[in-house]
């Protein structure tokens, strides 16, 4: 009989994930090692095996993880817009800002996500890349119920790109502690949404 997971066990393997996060966000993925991980991690690199076979290993449940919670983020903004009864460009908004706050703290799972899922197994690939699509989809009709007159089928690719654009990349620029913070920022991308530049 197999020996029963203790209750650190998956404590342990999320410590893990934003240690590996980190290093992959550093090094890059193909530089990283896993005796790197391993020594960022304050541990051997046999007791980095108990919890991860290898380092793709750790790529994949890294992005399993994340993206899972994408979509977890739009199904819970989709609730509670139900739930307080907003109207379509208020639940787009609270979409935006719940992104930002998750995007605060998962900077480095969101490098991984947006440089290093080309470096999985073709079927590990394609089921993150289906979650990724979902977002996008999802975003898109999100975009479309608050601006039914903009937003149409010739242009709703180009205008949801457009949103991603103003959000994926705020790793690269914002930081915490700066003159702008992520829900400050979230408050700007939403002004742009209603009103543009030029107001």
Same mark, same amino acid.
């Given at each position: 009989m197999a020996r029963p997971k203790s209750s650190q066990?998956?404590?342990?393997?999320? !410590?893990?994930?934003d240690i590996a996060a980190q290093c992959f966000a550093e090094r890059s993925y193909p530089a990283a090692s896993m005796n790197d991980i391993a020594a960022a991690g304050g541990t051997s690199k046999a007791r980095l095996y108990h919890y991860y076979e290898s380092k793709e290993a750790i790529l994949f449940d890294l992005l399993d993880r994340y993206t899972q919670r994408l979509l977890a983020i739009i199904g819970q903004v989709e609730a509670t817009a139900q739930r307080r009864n907003l109207d379509e460009r208020s639940a787009l908004h609270e979409l935006v800002r719940s992104f930002l706050e998750e995007y605060e703290h998962s900077a480095t799972r969101h490098v991984a996500l947006l440089h290093d899922t080309k470096f999985l197994s073709d079927t590990q690939r394609e089921m993150i890349l289906d979650r990724q699509r979902?977002?996008?989809? $999802?975003?898109?009709?999100f975009l479309r119920r608050a601006?039914? +007159?903009?937003?149409?089928? +010739?242009? +709703?690719t180009a205008l949801t790109m457009t949103l991603f654009g103003m959000i994926n990349w705020t790793f690269t620029w914002l930081r915490p502690g700066g003159p702008l913070s992520y829900a400050q920022? $979230? !408050?700007?991308?939403?002004?742009v949404l209603e009103r543009g530049f030029g107001s």
């Open positions: 066990h998956e404590l342990r393997r999320d !410590e893990i994930l979902d977002v996008v989809s $999802a975003v898109t009709r601006y039914p +007159q903009r937003v149409t089928a +010739q242009n +709703q920022f $979230a !408050e700007e991308v939403i002004a």
